[in-house]
């Protein structure tokens, strides 16, 4: 590097640094990703992630280790607490990114009210927000305990004083954007200042046992520096997700050192702020038409939780030489691998078809076990005929045809069953997993044809 040199180089997807321009990022491969930044003043302030109290220095065998501390606390938002892994671990640090306006500060003064109402010390620092703007979100959500104290700060070095005269037990950064350190002589949201914010956030919660939640904003093509710099510092990152359209909102783990990543939560945006949505299956049917070709209800698993969804198909004759084909809310190339195989193993002329398939609600599914649902809502379309709508199919499709075995067949079953569905059809390997399962219809078929066959 020059020698007085002041600037360096940052990539903004993953903070490579280096000391000139390159146009792909050794780090992440992105390309065009570097921005070129002031140099940190000094070195001080490193990190070390892990602990700093002076009796852990030496190595530990694990039985020595005494986890009474362990015991998380509870939000009270039991959506939220099943995506952290039962409550919040203290002295941890916790990253919740979204898109803006989706609900985050919202989420989190919710979260604070709870926290407080517990009488537990809860700081909210914004640096978003005045205040004033503060007091309206929380007249909205409800009551609030004076154990919740705000501050409108955006210089870190402050922050800590503040953190270390009041202690509190849990505190909120929103966001992190606009967070600055006087060590790094870089605008607040970029690389290097999120990076370096992170890093003094961390001190704070591992050494004096506070939990911490940092707000993040997502933007497209990570023009300020997004929260994936942060993710391998956080020890659990959240995003919350939803349609703009839509009121509900998804809390998803992405990564989590205490629990399981594949939990959701869900909410709806009301005027009350954001309020659980205990049972997701009924809230994703609601307004499901009746008798209506091109639908069928199918199972997916959300972590620990199945979801009923309505699947929509419609196919029409396609009025130019290449059929148009759209998938939302699932994956295009799946839809058209399933239209594949119906035309090649049930000999239905698809490619001379339009397709498009909704997953209604606005939910995004992923899991190959609502493929058999896909697949019958297309061929209900195809030949204009509805499906029996007490009827639940999940499985998924292999490449000649056949339903293959799915995980957890018998929560589904059972969520089927408690929605008043009366006829469910499933894999045929499958129906060993639901022998014990009454009072409702299970099918069992080993290809798309006998499914189609049913109806
Ligand atoms: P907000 O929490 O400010 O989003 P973020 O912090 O992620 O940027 O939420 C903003 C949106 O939520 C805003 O468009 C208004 C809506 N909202 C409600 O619909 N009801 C409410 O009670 C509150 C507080 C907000
Ligand atoms: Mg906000």
């Given at each position: 590097m020059a020698k007085g040199k002041t600037t360096t180089f940052y990539c903004q997807g993953c903070g490579y640094e280096s000391s000139k321009w390159m146009g792909q990022c050794p780090g992440c491969r992105g390309w065009n990703t570097f921005v070129e930044e002031p140099k940190k003043v000094n070195a001080k302030g490193r990190v070390s992630s892990g602990n700093i109290h002076m009796e852990q220095m030496k190595p530990m065998s694990i039985s020595e280790i005494d986890l009474r501390d362990e015991d998380k606390v509870r939000t009270h938002i039991e959506e939220m607490d099943r995506v952290l892994g039962g409550g919040i671990v203290p002295?941890?640090?916790?990253?919740?990114?979204?898109?803006?306006?989706?609900?985050?500060?919202?989420?989190?003064?919710?979260?604070?009210?709870?926290?407080?109402?517990d009488n537990r010390k809860v700081l909210y620092i914004s640096g978003e927000e005045s205040l004033k703007q503060i007091k309206l979100r929380a007249k909205r959500i409800g009551e609030f305990k004076d154990t919740l104290q705000l501050l409108c700060e955006t210089n870190l070095d402050t922050i800590t004083t503040v953190i270390e005269a009041t202690k509190p037990e849990i505190v909120i950064i929103d966001s992190i954007q606009t967070m600055y350190s006087e060590e790094v002589a870089a605008s607040p949201g970029s690389v290097s200042q999120v990076r370096e914010s992170t890093g003094i956030l961390l001190k704070i919660a591992k050494g004096m046992g506070i939990s911490i939640f940092i707000v993040g904003h997502v933007t497209k093509e990570g023009a300020v520096a997004g929260p994936r710099v942060l993710e391998h510092m956080v020890d659990t990152v959240l995003y919350f997700e939803g349609d703009r359209h839509a009121s509900y909102r998804i809390l998803r783990g992405v990564k989590n050192r205490f629990g399981s990543t594949n939990e959701i939560g869900v909410f709806e945006m009301q005027r009350v702020g954001l309020v659980e949505v205990k049972n997701p299956s009924e809230f994703m049917l609601n307004g499901k038409p009746e008798g209506a070709s091109g639908s069928i209800v199918s199972c997916s698993m959300e972590g620990t939780r199945p979801i009923l969804i309505e699947i929509q198909a419609l196919v029409c004759q396609s009025n130019f030489g290449i059929p148009r084909?759209?998938?939302?809310?699932?994956?295009?190339?799946r839809v058209n691998l399933l239209m594949a195989v119906l035309e090649k193993r049930m000999c239905l002329q698809m490619s001379a078809c339009d397709a498009y398939v909704n997953i209604a609600g606005g939910m995004k599914?992923?899991?190959?076990?609502?493929?058999?649902?896909?697949?019958?809502?297309?061929?209900?379309?195809?030949?204009?005929?509805?499906?029996?709508?007490?009827?639940?199919?999940?499985?998924?499709?292999?490449?000649?045809?056949?339903?293959?075995?799915?995980?957890?067949?018998?929560?589904?079953?059972?969520?089927?069953?408690?929605?008043?569905?009366?006829?469910?059809?499933?894999?045929?390997?499958?129906?060993d997993m639901v022998k014990d399962v009454k009072d409702i219809k299970i099918i069992g078929v080993r290809s798309v044809q006998e499914a189609i066959d049913l109806i």
């Open positions: 002295g941890s640090l916790t990253l919740v990114g979204g898109d803006p306006g989706i609900g985050k500060s919202t989420l989190l003064l919710q979260v604070c009210r709870h926290l407080s109402d084909r759209q998938a939302t809310g699932t994956d295009f190339n599914i992923m899991e190959p076990a609502v493929d058999l649902g896909i697949a019958m809502a297309i061929v209900s379309s195809y030949k204009n005929r509805a499906i029996d709508d007490a009827t639940v199919a999940f499985g998924e499709i292999g490449l000649s045809g056949e339903v293959r075995a799915i995980s957890m067949v018998e929560q589904r079953v059972q969520e089927v069953k408690k929605l008043g569905f009366t006829t469910c059809i499933i894999p045929y390997s499958c129906l």
